[in-house]
């Protein structure tokens, strides 16, 4: 197969959003608002940690078999440094108030249940089993953050201010989910990977309905971050990330080889 | 052992001739091992005692989530971050049911955490230690919830039908904390001389501390006779204690460490390890409140729930409009 290196490259931005997003609502431990809203944070960090690494998995096998050195799921996440990561910018995103660790992943997992459910159907039958496993974990996420949405949106004046402010915060990093380059569609023709330009107006209308109800507007701006190739999926992301990397990493980065 | 120290309101074991005739037939009841279940008459002090003991084992799963949580984001590899989610996601679910079983005595979970919150409630000592290397979240499997676990198995007898039932499910969940906290110990005793040096220090932190866990001895403490008497006490601190040192002492030896006692030795009169004596002024030091991380812990928990307060009464104007519309 001629597209073994732009595979590797799609499989790590498979797995490295859901791996930065599982980071960022770690961060939540113990925090939330109430305990229900702690185990259920936790609960979707621990489905999105699987996700990446089962993606991580299959990432290394295709690293070997094209002659590279075939990294493990450690290797992978505690070894790269930040030009190599390859998730959204939009899980990035500290995690903010309540209301905008939620927009945040209504915003991604909205995104996220189209592109697994168009991967089930991929030509790469692993990339299909992984995302058929987890397209049933990310329905339930998708329904709790929209719940989220329209109870903080429709709820008091305050939560609606703070929802629609953090709508309009994250709103610019959602353009770069609908953009290709040249790795992608080198895949899009190998029936590899998700079509993410034929998602862009469904995701619309989704996003669009749950706003509604959460009576609140979807943002006019059309400026959007990590476009023309700029974006997380090709490694550049904000000076938030190197931070989030630096706690991460920290043990496998202090005491090099040390097993675990 | 996540209650310590839980008083009962009483300044003497009553006998059966001091008895009111509902209290006589409310111990014979306990007496013959039937479960006192929600809507049983109760003696009052059993009830309150109750409420007590359940809000603070509550109390401590969540305020335990602190120190865990502290390594979420830093776990050395994606399969150890992922059990240690679903280890300190399984501790919000045991206080969620402790919560439960505590408001079947007529309490709210909203009042609990009010107490706990003004300082009025206690929680477990140990979570007042702060955990400075990757080898304490071993630690904590390995030795707090070996611990719990001594405290909680007998608990699973107890007499209250709601706490009991509770803690058959904690028990399963918590055995697989003590393993995993055990594997943690096993591959770092195993590991780079960093790795065994963080190890030994974990160990030396929270040994006696973990001995602390089980409470002062309460051979003489009527509070305990008392709560023996109503079984929802089923073995003194000492017994546990004794049992808690007895099932470690071993596993510290197949992992190559040393246990901080130089007093420590088997005793083959007695059939158990002889121990040195704890510094219960340290305990009662951190009961009290200056423990390292008593104000820390108190202040993350104050603040995490008044951040959360508009997300709260966002959640319920919204149920409440929901329901309004559903009406009209």
């Known amino acids: 197969m001629t597209v073994e290196r732009e595979l590797f490259d799609y499989l790590l931005r498979l797995a490295d959003s859901p791996l930065i997003l599982a980071q960022r609502l770690g961060e939540w431990v113990g925090k939330a608002p109430a305990i229900e809203e702690d185990v259920a944070l936790t609960n979707v960090g621990l489905d999105l940690l699987g996700q990446a690494r089962l993606w991580f998995g299959h990432a290394g096998d295709v690293e070997r078999r094209a002659g590279g050195p075939g990294r493990d799921e450690d290797q992978l996440a505690f070894l790269r440094d930040t030009r190599e990561f390859r998730n959204l910018l939009l899980v990035e995103q500290p995690n903010g108030n309540f209301a905008d660790t939620l927009a945040r992943q209504f915003l991604f997992d909205r995104w996220h249940f189209l592109v697994l459910r168009a991967l089930t159907a991929s030509r790469d039958a692993r990339i299909g089993e992984i995302a058929a496993k987890a397209v049933k974990e990310v329905a339930y996420h998708r329904q709790r953050s929209a719940d989220w949405v329209i109870r903080l949106g429709d709820g008091t004046e305050l939560s609606h201010t703070r929802m629609q402010a953090a709508i309009d915060r994250l709103w610019t990093f959602t353009g770069e989910m609908f953009a290709v380059d040249a790795v992608e569609l080198a895949l899009i023709d190998a029936g590899i990977a998700a079509d993410v330009r034929a998602l862009e107006a469904p995701w619309r209308d989704e996003v669009a309905t749950v706003l509604g109800e959460a009576t609140l507007a979807v943002p006019a701006s059309t400026h959007m971050q990590g476009r023309g190739g700029r974006g997380g999926k090709q490694g550049h992301h904000g000076e938030a990330f190197g931070h989030l990397l630096a706690e991460m990493q920290f043990l496998q980065r202090a005491y090099p080889g040390a097993r675990w | ?328």
């Not at chain 2, 477990?124 to 707090?144: E, H, K, M, Q, R």
């Open chain 2, 1 to 328: 052992m996540y209650a310590q120290m839980v008083e009962t309101g009483v300044s003497a074991v009553r006998a059966q001739a001091e008895m009111t005739p509902e209290e006589r037939a409310f111990q014979a009841r306990i007496d013959a091992d039937i479960k006192i279940e929600p809507k049983d008459p109760m003696p009052d002090a059993y009830r309150r005692t109750l409420v007590r003991q359940i809000s603070q084992h509550a109390h401590s799963e969540i305020v335990g989530m602190l120190p865990e949580g502290n390594w979420v984001t830093r776990a050395p590899t994606l399969k150890r971050k992922a059990i240690l989610m679903a280890k300190i996601q399984d501790e919000g679910g045991h206080g969620l049911y402790l919560y439960s079983a505590a408001e079947t005595l007529g309490v709210s979970r909203d009042q609990l955490i009010a107490e706990l919150h003004a300082g009025r409630a206690k929680y477990s000592s140990i979570f007042n230690y702060p955990t400075l290397s990757w080898a304490d979240i071993g630690a904590i499997g390995w030795l707090v919830d070996g611990a719990a676990i001594m405290n909680q198995i007998p608990l699973c007898r107890c007499s209250y039908g709601p706490y009991a039932r509770a803690m058959v499910r904690i028990c399963k969940e918590e055995s697989f904390h003590q393993r995993q906290g055990y594997d943690i110990m096993l591959a770092m005793a195993q590991g780079t001389a960093a790795q065994k040096a963080m190890a030994q220090d974990a160990l030396d932190r929270w040994w006696w501390p973990s001995l602390m866990m089980f409470g002062p001895s309460d051979a003489e403490s009527v509070h305990s006779a008392q709560s023996a008497a109503w079984k929802i006490k089923i073995l003194s601190n000492d017994e546990l204690r004794q049992r808690f040192v007895d099932q470690t002492v071993p596993q510290a030896e197949y992992l190559g460490l040393a246990v901080p006692d130089p007093e420590l030795r088997w005793s083959p009169e007695r059939g158990h390890y002889d121990f040195g004596a704890i510094d219960w002024t340290e305990f009662y030091a951190v009961i009290k409140g200056d423990g390292p991380c008593n104000r820390d812990r108190m202040a993350v928990r104050v603040q995490a729930w008044e951040d959360g307060a508009w997300v709260r009464e966002a959640a319920m104007a919204h149920a409440e409009r929901r329901a309004a519309r559903q009406a009209a």
